[in-house]
T-cell receptor, first 113, second 112 residues
Framework: NAGVTQTPKFRVLKTGQSMTLLCAQDMNHEYMYWYRQDPGMGLRLIHYSVGEGTTAKGEVPDGYNVSRLKKQNFLLGLESAAPSQTSVYFC????????????FGPGTRLTVL | SQQGEEDPQALSIQEGENATMNCSYKTSINNLQWYRQNSGRGLVHLIL?????REKHSGRLRVTLDTSKKSSSLLITASRAADTASYFC????????????FGKGITLSVRP
């Protein structure tokens, strides 16, 4: 099993450009999460999904959209990137609500100029 | 908003020494988890302690939980250079639908 994978690993955008980050998991997990990690801030939850076709807002959802059309994929979109979205983005998955350990991807480092 | 607050922010010890890291939180929780992050990598789950547990062990790791003080500690015994990483506590808050709230992390450096 590859576990949780993220594409791309690195990306540089100009202000106003759009992009989509892809998270894929091959463990048949129900729950998926998108976090951002900024220096000195720890991880903050952007959006999450409790199953295929569902999404919900986390702590810092503004400026991001998500979709979970297939159970194994969770996409994070930036419609109009801003410098404040420069961060490292992590995806995580969870088998079910009764199983508590989240499995993390390797991260995507995004720079918005 | 951050739920867990780790203490200290940074810790430097000699190989073979024990490392103790603390975490405080504010609301009621289902469980508290500790994760490790090596530089440039994703987070890896270390250990979970449920709200009705007081102490748990896993290899060289020992975690305690005091729900009356809303605090937890992680002890790494006989540290190794490979333990050098950032450590995060995360709380699974009651009613939070399995969303974790992370602290800001502790940077541990183990000198060979």
């Amino acid at each position: 099993n590859a576990g949780v994978t993220q594409t791309p690993k690195f990306r540089v955008l100009k202000t106003g450009q759009s992009m989509t980050l892809l998270c894929a998991q091959d463990m048949n997990h129900e729950y998926m999460y998108w976090y951002r990690q900024d220096p000195g801030m720890g991880l903050r939850l952007i959006h999450y999904s409790v199953g295929e076709g569902t999404t919900a807002k986390g702590e810092v959802p503004d400026g991001y959209n998500v979709s979970r059309l297939k159970k194994q994929n969770f996409l994070l979109g930036l419609e109009s990137a801003a410098p404040s979205q420069t961060s490292v983005y992590f995806c995580a998955s969870l088998p079910a609500v009764t199983y508590n350990e989240q499995f993390f991807g390797p991260g995507t480092r995004l720079t918005v100029l | 908003s951050q739920q867990g607050e780790e203490d200290p922010q940074a810790l430097s010890i000699q190989e073979g020494e024990n490392a103790t890291m603390n975490c405080s939180y504010k609301t009621s929780i289902n469980n508290l988890q500790w994760y490790r992050q090596n530089s440039g990598r994703g987070l890896v789950h270390l250990i979970l302690i449920r709200s009705n547990e007081r102490e748990k062990h896993s290899g060289r790791l020992r975690v305690t939980l005091d729900t009356s003080k809303k605090s937890s500690s992680l002890l790494i015994t006989a540290s190794r250079a490979a333990d050098t990483a950032s450590y995060f506590c995360a709380t699974d808050d009651t009613g939070a639908n399995s969303k974790l709230t992370f602290g800001k992390g502790i940077t541990l450096s183990v000198r060979p």
